[in-house]
């Protein structure tokens, strides 16, 4: 099994940044590859960034150039980095890892 533990949301203003982790523990021999999901109020979650074990990144074209997803500085976590927010990016954002496993998500809410 695999837990993951998402921190770091809250609240900012336009243009503000945010700085997401992801916590993992227990069997995370097992992960290959760990994704930043978000879901806005009425609608379906969305892909924002993922990254592999071997460190090749994707990002959803909302997300290119505004956030980078990268291992943290922390064992074992994968942070998002989330910069220029705009209301559009308010959400309840969730760590997932493969296809199994998620977070209990952290809001974010961008608005002034």
């Known amino acids: 099994q695999v837990r993951l533990v998402e921190s770091g949301g809250g609240s900012v203003q336009p243009g503000g940044s945010l700085r997401l982790s992801c916590a993992a523990s227990g069997n995370i021999g097992m992960i290959s590859l760990v994704a930043w999901y978000r879901q806005a109020p009425g609608r379906q979650r969305e892909l924002v960034a993922s990254?592999?074990?071997?460190?090749?990144?994707n990002y959803a074209e909302s997300a290119k150039g505004r956030f980078i997803i990268s291992r943290g500085n922390a064992k074992n976590t994968v942070d998002l980095q989330m910069n220029s927010l705009e209301p559009e990016d308010t959400a309840v954002y969730y760590c997932r890892g493969n296809e199994d496993y998620w977070g209990q998500g952290t809001r974010v809410t961008v608005s002034s």
């Open positions: 990254i592999t074990s071997r460190g090749s990144t």
